[in-house]
């Protein structure tokens, strides 16, 4: 495994920097996962909401130390991570330093919770939380739309983790319970000064979100409960016991929900069940760095504590690296010398004279005070760390370190208190009841030998492969029986053994931090920042300078220089230097390069350098005493080069002049040998002359030709085609024209045999119409020469008197009126006929029979004949029930009217109606004559 170690002040970027390292291992590497990547780097925002908080060094402080962890196998894919996180600093959820806030998941909740959510979690306005502002520190701007959106954020995060919606609700429950258990305060009652609590309605919301009984938990807070001998006992806490207990259930919790959360992460990012059993790890550290403020407590101590232990394992590592060097090379290492830290460690980790160990030992007994534990570690140490241990002249509780970074001044108050922690067991007891599953599964779960929670047995559970043939390949895998041997091993025991401290669990936090490293390679980034005041594009030398110091830099140069800082092969080393390789050796030297290097070093007069089995190590000063040889010898060499290439040059220029000199003589002899033949040669130029030009104009005038007979066969071809084109198109359009006068042929046709068909038929109609209305006709004379002649026949053999003579023409008049008023109705019906087709056909009008202009004024006349019926039916009172016929002789004035209407309605019935005529149909095309 390898392993990179993050250091720097607080404030130099190194989660930043562990995040980046991060994003480059997950890029540049295959998951075997869909999603796995995305875990991974969502895992570190959400556990920086939950661990880091505003300080006066820096805005977004670990206050917790965290080791990280990526698993690769056998092909180079990840598969999984692991978090293991040490020291959180959890006494700041109850108390926080001047100028410094709480953890930034406090602020990001109260920020992002809807006033629903808030109301459900009985929240009340942020500055009535006591461990929001009990440093006083404003919280104007606090809660912007940033940490609005960081909020939501974390939600992200918890939902693509894989963390249910139930475990996020209890996450917030467990917040705000935090809240409300920091503000429940006691009041003193009876003589004893007895503590009882002051506000019931907070003790009661924090209960309602715990999911236990108010009255259990403020009996639990007030009261101390000893069982000795089988006797119960209850000793009743004051006022200053029951905050620290309820101050000590605050900060439990908190610790217990932000362990709970890392082995989350761990169970939701461990690998799913795989074959290959030796998986390769990457392990990142990101742990706070060396602090030193107006006052250091019980954390700063601690912290920078951690930071010796790293930077002597990086001597241990960098020393190390240069003794073995030189010892497989054969070198003596005795010049090597460093300043090792180790006493400073010895005097924290001594096991029963160290600092942290007499820390135990105060906190064992309740009877102690700060004062003593002062009073013990002033004169509990031996002359050998004196001089890193100094104790204030007036014994006070206080004490100075000289640490590897400086001296550092320490306020023992509130170390027992911190390093004591201790939770009582009725509280421990009441939270394991609670109704909250989440609260049972942090309080039932022991805590490691770190201090941290150990995963419950959900966390236990090995994720399962989501491949249905999964069972088969672990049964086909050729280690399953390894695999078995290794199931039957009984597992490290990590639970605590010792003193429920916190400087024990510290203790053994960096034991097992240093295994861990130790088993690996380790690479070392240091972060150094450029000056105190946040601010950007500012430097300030002094303050990194004693960043380089304290960090061990300065350290690891000055190592490097005291050994040998240049290690080079014999064939790097010609290479290197091959000026002093032509001066100082013969050309055709045949030994061999460690002797050729011997030799070169031994001339130059240099010291302190070693020759080794395949290197040769110098001194850093002796690089640039080389360069300066090799810088002389090149400008010698360069001099030396310029004179005989001066010399070169002037000797072959003067061998080209002698050269031009001879030249030219041999011309001169050639041109006074050959003037008589000059003309012979021009004259038979002359003659070739013309007669290549004749050839060339033959050629032309031949090329020409086969120009102009290729141009025409061209010109043949293309006329040609164009008659060919020209003869199929013509052939085309007339096969097309003949389609078209066929087609039209059978549209008139067809259109012919329409027409007759209906005229055949309208004739049908009119002769059946004709004849039907002839028969109506004779029907109704034959009905009235009935009725007139039976209506004579009573007329003639009556002789009765004149209103008799009456009643019978009135009768008649009433039968005839009947009669017309029934033509007048077929007449009307006729007419409706007529109108509809004038409306559908305006041709129509144009048919109308002689003796009728138009049908409007026909039927008008219809119109008036009937309301003189209707006159004259009322004036002569007519019965309806009558038909006795009127004889000639006796009718009056009003029977030759109605005659008269009689024989007008006859002559319209006459009158023939014309046939409906139907408008010729469009045609689309008109056929050519």
């Known amino acids: 495994p390898q392993c990179c170690v993050i250091s720097g002040e607080s404030g130099a970027g190194k989660t930043e920097s562990s995040k980046f390292l991060v994003q480059h291992l997950l890029a540049n590497t295959p998951c075997l996962e869909p999603s796995l990547n995305v875990k991974i780097q969502q895992a570190s925002p959400l556990l920086e909401a939950f661990g880091n908080a505003v300080t006066v060094m820096n805005d977004n402080s670990s206050r917790f130390g965290k080791y990280f962890e990526i698993i690769f196998n056998g092909q180079g894919s990840v598969t999984g991570a692991f978090f293991q996180e040490y020291l959180l600093e959890k006494s700041r959820v109850v108390y926080q330093p001047r100028k410094e806030r709480n953890f930034h998941i406090f602020y990001m909740m109260y920020a992002g919770l809807s006033v629903e959510e808030k109301a459900r979690f009985r929240l009340n306005k942020p500055t009535q939380h006591r461990c929001l502002t009990a440093n006083g520190m404003s919280l104007e701007g606090v809660f912007n739309e940033n940490k609005k959106a960081e909020f939501q954020e974390v939600r992200d995060c918890l939902q693509a983790i894989g963390f249910s919606k139930e475990d996020e609700i209890s996450l917030l429950n467990a917040l705000a319970a935090v809240l409300h258990l920091c503000d429940i305060s006691f009041i003193p009652e009876g003589t004893n000064k007895a503590a009882k609590v002051k506000n019931t309605e907070v003790l009661e ?7 236990v009984e108010p009255f259990e938990l403020g009996t639990s807070l007030i009261e101390d409960t000893h069982v000795i001998h089988g006797e119960q006992t209850i000793r009743q806490r004051n006022v200053l016991q029951a905050e620290d207990c309820r101050d000590a259930l605050a900060k439990a919790l908190y610790q217990r929900m932000f ?5 989350s992460i761990n169970h939701l990012l461990s690998p799913i069940q795989q074959m290959d059993n030796n998986p390769m790890k990457i392990g ?11 006052r250091n407590g019980f954390e700063q101590m601690c912290i920078n504590l951690a930071n010796e232990q790293l930077q002597y394992y990086f001597n241990e590592h960098v020393f190390e690296y240069e003794k073995n060097e030189c ?3 054969g070198v003596n290492t005795a010049a090597i010398r460093y300043v090792s830290n180790r006493p400073i460690l010895d005097l924290f980790l001594e096991k029963h004279k160290g600092i942290l160990a007499q820390i135990d030992e105060e906190s064992k007994f309740n009877t102690s005070t700060d004062k003593s534990l002062a009073l013990s570690l002033h004169h509990g140490h031996e002359k050998g760390t004196r001089d890193l241990y100094i104790a204030p002249r007036d014994q006070g509780p206080t004490f100075s370190v000289v640490h590897y970074a400086g001296i550092v001044k320490y306020d023992i108050n509130g170390f027992l208190e911190k390093n004591r922690d201790t939770l009582a067991q009725a509280l421990q007891m009441t939270m394991r009841t609670s109704s909250c599953i989440l609260l049972r599964e942090m309080f039932g779960a022991k805590l490691s030998r770190t201090g941290s929670i150990q995963p419950s047995l959900r966390q236990k559970s090995v994720r399962k492969e989501q491949s249905p043939f999964a069972f088969f390949k672990r049964r086909l895998s050729k280690d399953i029986s390894v695999s078995k041997h290794q199931k039957k091993l009984k597992a490290p025991d990590t639970r605590s053994r010792g003193p429920n401290t916190v400087a024990f669990h510290f203790r053994n936090s ?25 601010e950007p594009n500012a430097f300030n030398p002094d303050y990194i300078l004693q960043q380089l110091r304290y960090t061990g830099v300065m350290e690891t140069t000055r190592i490097r220089r005291q050994g040998y800082a240049t290690r080079l092969t014999f064939t790097e080393f010609i290479k290197r230097y091959p000026g002093l390789r032509a001066t100082y050796l013969p050309s055709k030297s045949g030994a061999p390069h460690s002797g050729e290097a011997r030799t070169i070093l031994t001339k130059l007069d240099l010291k302190d350098w070693e020759v080794g089995k395949t290197k040769l190590f110098l001194k850093y ?3 640039e005493q080389l360069a300066q040889q090799e810088e002389v010898v090149v400008k010698k060499f360069v001099f030396c080069q310029k004179i005989i290439r001066g010399f070169l040059a002037r000797l072959s220029y003067q061998q080209l002049c002698d050269q031009r000199v001879r030249q030219m003589v041999v011309a001169k002899v050639f041109l006074e040998t050959i003037p008589s033949t000059m003309d012979d040669i021009y004259l038979s130029q002359q003659n070739l002359h013309e007669i290549d ?4 104009a033959q050629r032309l005038e031949e090329e020409k030709r086969k120009i102009r007979e290729e141009e025409e066969r061209i010109e043949r071809e293309r006329l040609q085609r164009e008659e060919e084109e020209r003869l199929e198109k013509e052939k085309i359009e007339r096969e097309e024209e003949e389609k078209r006068i066929e087609n039209e042929r059978l549209r008139l046709e067809e259109e012919t045999r329409l027409k007759q068909e209906e005229e055949t038929r309208l004739k049908q109609e009119e002769e059946i119409r004709l004849k039907q209305e002839e028969e109506i006709r004779l029907k109704q004379e034959e009905e009235i020469r009935l009725k007139q002649d039976e209506a004579n026949k009573i007329a003639s053999q009556s002789g009765k008197e004149h209103g008799t003579a009456s009643r019978k023409s009135s009768s008649t008049e009433a039968v005839v009126i009947q009669n017309l008023q029934e033509k007048i109705l077929s007449q009307q019906k006729l007419l409706k006929q007529l109108l509809e087709q004038t409306e559908e056909n305006p041709l129509s009008t144009s048919l109308l029979p002689d003796g009728v202009e138009d049908y409007e004024s026909t039927e008008n006349q219809l119109m008036e004949i009937q309301n003189k019926i209707e006159e004259l039916s009322v004036e002569k009172e007519i019965p309806q029930d009558t038909d006795v016929p009127v004889p000639e002789h006796e009718m009056t004035d009003t029977d030759l009217m109605l005659l008269s209407i009689e024989q007008k309605l006859r002559e319209l019935d006459q009158t023939p109606v014309p046939p409906p005529v139907q408008a010729p149909a469009p045609s689309d095309s008109i056929p050519e004559c």
């Not at 919301?205 to 999911?211: E, T």
């Not at 990142?284 to 107006?294: H, S, W």
């Not at 030009?693 to 060339?696: K, S």
């Open 621 to 623: 000063y002796h690089t």
């Open 259 to 263: 362990g709970w959360i890392v082995n």
């Open 510 to 534: 960096l034991q097992e931090l240093m295994e861990k490293m130790s088993q690996g390679t380790p690479h070392f980034i240091r972060c150094i920042k450029p000056n105190v005041r946040k």
């Open 284 to 294: 990142i550290l990101d742990i706070f760095g060396f602090e030193n403020f107006e």
């Open 327 to 329: 010892q497989k090379e």
């Open 205 to 211: 919301n924090a209960c309602h979100l715990l999911g």
């Open 693 to 696: 030009l004749d050839r060339e």
